[in-house]
């Protein structure tokens, strides 16, 4: 019988002639079929990958990262949204109305009960369509929280026309009695009735 010294050398023998094998195989195989031998290394390589990404998540310290905070804002973020006038109106019904649309479109949106947010554009799956080419498909968003009351945001690209309150341009803001709103050519009105 061997010692456990030839059993080592037998096995690395083997396992250098393997390895050769492996890359002469690898070589050939790049110089008939390129794409099948990367395809093959990316199957192989992703799941050891996907397990070190996941060990990594793992080890990440907790409390670093974003979080949501669902308390009460401090003042001061309260004073720079606007949010320190009263009351959240998210109870009271509001009213949009299309003032002027530049084209065809439809006449406004009341929110009721159950209705929390309204899109605004181009395309006929937004509540208010608005048909005219200054307009985006999905132009903006008004939406109700207990948090804020209504509050609307621009889904428009930076490269397009926005959205203006009161002539301000914004990318999002509460929004007020009264407010006007102008989406390209289009000018809505937003109404509360407290």
Known sequence: MGSI???IAFVGTGLVKAGDGLQEMIGVGLQTAPALVLGLSVVVALPVLILAGMVLRRVTPVGEGTSRYFGPLPEDIKHARGDDDGPSEAY??????????????????????????VRIGREEDNEIRLTHPTVHRYHALIRR?????????DLSDVTGNGVLINGEKISHRRLFDGDVISLGAARLRFAVDG
């Open 92 to 117: 009271s019904e509001a009213f949009i109305f299309v003032d002027s649309d530049g084209g065809n479109g439809t006449g406004g949106f009341q929110f009721t009960d159950g209705s929390m947010m």
């Open 145 to 153: 929280s207990i948090e804020v009351g209504y509050e609307i945001a």
């Open 5 to 7: 010294g030839d059993f």
